[in-house]
């Protein structure tokens, strides 16, 4: 009636971990996938305005993985705020290299995962 259809080559059943929108999912957690991370972490330190967006696009995907994650991109987000009229402006300074530096850092060292909540405990959203 619906006319559903499955596409078996694009099916995973009864697989102990599936990927998902760049995320690696199991019974246990949540986590970035590797290549993704492996992939942030091989980027060259940025020279454009374009090549810093594209790196902070990239590094907010897994923000929810990175504790402080506000505190460490904002020296980021300070040379990537430009104005159309401003974007010549674009300056990389040591601030903004220990800010990209932690987060390669981070991502390579942190445990990097969420865990599902405890449902025999009271859980509230709020």
Request: proline share 8%; aromatic share 12%.
């Amino acid at each position: 009636k619906a006319n559903f259809q499955v596409n078996p080559d694009k099916c995973s059943i009864a697989v102990q971990e599936i990927d998902f929108l760049s995320h690696t999912i199991n019974e246990q957690c949540i986590k970035p996938n590797g290549d993704k991370i492996k992939a942030i972490v091989d980027l060259p330190t940025p020279k454009t305005l374009k090549e810093a967006n594209e790196f902070l696009g990239k590094i907010n995907w897994y923000r929810k993985f990175i504790p402080n994650f506000a505190r460490i991109a904002a020296p980021l987000h300070k040379v990537t705020n430009k104005t159309k009229h401003h974007r010549h402006d674009f300056k990389w300074g040591p601030d903004q290299q220990q800010s990209f530096e932690e987060f390669k850092r981070l991502l390579t060292t942190y445990p990097l995962f969420l865990e599902y909540p405890d449902l025999s405990t009271p859980f509230v959203l709020t």
